[in-house]
């Protein structure tokens, strides 16, 4: 489903930012595009979750948050599974519009949950290094949006 990925580093001492980081994987930044979700939807979905505003905990650091389609509200717009940590990011994995499907499967869940364990895990500069090699596409904060 995801390429195999591994963050070295535990998080004994490790230091959190204050400002919320957003990205998104390559197989998400696919389905964004296709669903016509912008960037600016994706940051104000995530702030919200950072404000505890939460369509689903799914547990492990794993969320689901819908975004509305243009014009349409929330309810029959798009899913999206995001890996979160309050004050600190939000990773956006898979989207699915909810037309096509109810939820994700049990066994999808649980893989959810193994990949957020690791990429919550990661330091910020390896979350950089994902950027860097086009793994994670990072979502900038929309101009004049005030700092979380």
């Not at 389905?31 to 505890?52: C, V």
Request: positive net charge; glycine residues 8%.
């Amino acid at each position: 489903m995801y390429p195999t990925t591994q963050c070295y580093t535990s998080g004994v001492g490790k230091s959190f930012s204050k400002t919320l980081l957003v990205y998104k994987s390559k197989p998400f930044a696919r389905f964004a595009r296709k669903a016509h979700i912008s960037d600016a939807d994706l940051w104000n979905a995530a702030r919200l979750a950072n404000q505890g505003v939460i369509d689903a905990d799914l547990g492990g650091g794993v969320i689901k948050q819908r975004i509305a389609r243009a014009r349409e509200g929330k309810s029959g717009g798009s899913r999206t599974i995001i890996f979160f940590r309050k004050n600190d990011r939000a990773v956006y994995v898979h989207g699915f519009e909810k037309k096509d499907r109810a939820n994700i499967r049990p066994d999808e869940l649980v893989a959810f949950r193994k990949f957020a364990e690791v990429y919550l895990g990661c330091t910020n500069a390896e979350l950089a290094q994902r950027v860097e090699d086009g793994a994670l596409f990072k979502v900038e904060k929309p101009e004049g949006e005030h700092a979380e």
